[in-house]
């Protein structure tokens, strides 16, 4: 179904004619300048806008306005003005005194705008600064109706909703492919107000009570002295942190395993991680945890491929998503609830449901599908959007409430307080990507930035001097209405429930749930982290926290440090695997995945154009690499080239295709690259050669047809190798794809030898 979507990524993402952009135009021959791209001198009517200007929604599915203002938006105009309206003749010039006079303090067009630009930054979130969004609709199946009132989830009910992905760490500017927790903040613009899911990737949490944050928070970020590193946990203070304070080891172990270096933000789960308070119609409460499934699993790279990509491409998650969604290939996930009676000790099969260090397995509790989420739709302003959409798990609706969750509780305060710093004062509700779909008829009054133009004379209860207006709504009217449930009394005290000090079964369990090929990589997570520490002690502590989930991954990583493994110091849980928890072993969609075709001027083109079709009809996205930029095939439908030798890297590719030994010969070197008397690769270009062999390496899906096998062998790649095919053009492509549906070639990796 993504075919012409998938057409349009490759084609008009990435140029389907030649421009005079790095990687365009024809060979030797000056580029086509688009006649768009010639600044008019006199005024002329506006360009229509582009698909991904048009503003907000200015009108909600229920047709309350929610106070977008579309003819505000960017460029559309024929005259420039100052942000007063009074049209402007020039403003490339300050007002001088004489052409090498001085300025003068008159100029306000000068000052306003250099004012306006000087406070065009707002402080980075203290959390979560790097991300990236989109628009969607969330789409109720009804099946939770048994559950909970709230209207949104009611059989066939469609919601919009914004979607805000991020790393936690990092600095608005950060690499996206870092190891680190990802977050997945759903605002579900409801009939009934606005409900906030905002979840992480990972379904448990470094800390069990709200107090720690700013400690994990502050271990975390870089060293306060030197300000490095950026974006990472492989520092002294983040394993000084949670070796000391152990019942960080489960997330921690998540953000060892690959699940903290996604492949995409469209091939992550999602979870609530707290246990939320469901109440139906009748007044009945349901405790449950939120998932998010995608509809394309789970992936993600390989540790080599995060690093390289943080070069490379450091907007790869960014780009990916941004893409997709450009493109017609929407990223789908599954909403789901794991429910669990509402017992007086919030427990489940021994699991303490108010604990967030720990999660229930799905073999336990089946994860059942709720609605289906889809992103459509690109911001049109990251700054509007992104940048200033602010979550909040109080946020909640009538159907849904908290628990007591001390960690949920401490959240509850928190984003509120921030917002307050980031975005300037109390009326951010007011912005566009954060106003309530529902109408708004609050008594909050003024305060910075208030836009809104308020009437009446009693913005207080009670009166009687604007009719008593507003009035207090009943559960028939759809009031939000706490849940009245007891509260144990007890004394006021500063402790945790006894269970809480379980830290080591639930990352036993974990473990034991991974394929020899993940643990291979929670091996080496541990060891690389944990090696770019420099004190000594540290190491050391942390292998005993590790001897204390499994002796094999503590001996494992000790031999990668050279240091001595520890015993154990708690006995080894007796503890079941929770089979879900792995990612490999199944098969999945392709959408939007790359495909890197490598050839070059002297190759089958026709080859080229049809293995390029083949890509197309399964809905992926085929990019052209060839020595040169510019476009192949002068004889027939001309072939578009989207990256070359020096531009391209396998890390950017789901899976290749080579044709015949690209770059090999006098030719080896496009002209912008060549150098007099450089080395030339007696088969191929040496940058081909570091193509392949990275790709082998990270076992992704190779093939090549004619005469390729000679570039394989010199690569010392066997055709006979696992995951490495002579195709026959395109006729060989479902057995690429096929490969490619498991994600990797499993069978490369040695652990799974
Ligand atoms: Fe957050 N978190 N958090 N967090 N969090 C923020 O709010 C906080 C926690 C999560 O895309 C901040 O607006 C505390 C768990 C996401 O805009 C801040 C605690 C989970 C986002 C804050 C937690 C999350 C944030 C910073 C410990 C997963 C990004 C900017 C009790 C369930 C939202 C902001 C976005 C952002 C506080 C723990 C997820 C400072 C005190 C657990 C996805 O308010």
Sequence with gaps: PVKAVADKIADALHGDAPTDGPEGGVPGKPAPVSPQLVEPTQPVEPLPPK??????????????????????????????????????????????????????????????????????????????????????????????QAVTKAAFLARDAETPVFVRFSTVLGSRGSADTVRDTRGFATKFYTEEGVFDLVGNNIPVFFIQDAIKFPDIIHAGKPHPDREIPQAQSAHDTFWDFVSLHTEATHHTLWNMSDRGIPRSYRMMEGFGVHTFRLVNAQGVTTLVKFHWKPKLGVHSLVWEEAQILAGVDPDFHRRDLFDAIECGAFPQWELGIQT???????????????????????????????????????????????????????????????????????????????????????????????????????????????????????????????????????????????????????????????????????????????????????????????????????????????????????????????????????????????????????????????????????????????????????????????????????????????????????????????????????????????KAGAPRSPVSDPRVLALLTEAYQHGKALAGWGGAEALFEAAGISVGDPGVIVTDGGRGMPQLLELLSAHRVWERFPAAM
């Design 340 to 674: 669990f009676p509402d017992t007086d000790d919030q427990m489940f099969e021994g699991i303490d449901l108010l604990d967030s260090t720990k999660i229930v397995p799905e073999e336990l509790a089946p994860v059942q599908p709720i609605g289906l989420l889809t992103l459509n739709a690109n911001p049109s302003n990251f700054f509007a959007e992104v940048e200033q959409v602010a979550f909040h798990t109080g946020h909640l609706v009538p159907g849904i409430d908290a628990t007591d969750d001390p960690l949920l509780a401490g959240r509850n305060f928190s984003y509120l307080d921030t917002q307050l710093t980031r975005l300037g004062g109390p009326n951010f509700p007011q912005l566009p990507i954060n106003r309530t779909h529902a109408p708004v008829n609050d008594m909050q009054r003024d305060g910075m930035h208030q836009t809104a133009v308020h009437r009446g004379v009693a913005p207080y209860k009670p009166n009687s001097l604007d009719g008593g207006c507003p009035f207090f709504a009943g559960a028939d009217a759809g009031a939000f209405i706490e849940v009245p449930v007891e509260v144990p009394a007890g004394r006021k005290v500063r402790e945790a429930p006894a269970s809480y000090s379980d830290h080591f079964s639930q990352p036993r369990m974990f473990w034991l749930s991974m394929t020899p090929v993940e643990r291979e990589h929670i091996i080496a997570a541990y060891t690389f982290e944990l090696a770019k520490c420099y004190e000594q002690a540290v190491k050391e502590r942390t292998l005993g926290v590790l001897a204390n989930i499994d002796p094999e991954l503590c001996a494992q990583v000790a031999v990668g440090l050279g240091l001595p493994a520890p015993a154990a110091t708690e006995p080894l849980v007796d503890v079941r695997p929770s089979p879900a928890l792995s990612q490999i072993g199944r098969t999945w969609p392709l959408d939007g995945r790359v495909i890197g075709i490598v050839t070059d001027q002297a190759l089958d083109v026709a080859g080229v154009r049809e293995v390029r079709e083949a890509v197309l009809d399964a809905g992926l996205v085929p990019l052209v690499v060839a020595p040169a930029g510019g476009v192949l095939g002068a004889d027939g439908e001309p072939v578009t080239v989207q990256r070359t030798f020096a531009t391209a890297r396998s890390v950017e590719f789901d899976a290749l295709v080579f044709v015949g030994v690209p770059g090999a010969g006098a030719d080896a070197y496009g002209a912008r690259d060549a």
């Design 51 to 144: 698909a991904d200007q048009s503003g907000p929604e200015t009108v909600s599915p229920t047709g309350q306005p929610t106070g977008a203002d579309q003819a505000r938006m960017a460029q559309s105009g024929a005259y420039l003005t100052t942000a007063q309206g009074v049209r402007v003749h020039d403003s490339d010039h300050s007002l001088k005194a004489g052409p090498r006079g001085p300025v003068l303090l008159q100029d306000h067009h000068l000052r306003e705008k250099i004012m306006h630009f000087d406070h065009e930054r707002i402080p980075e979130r203290v959390v979560h600064a790097r991300g990236s969004a989109a628009h969607g609709v969330f789409q109720s199946y009804g099946t939770a």
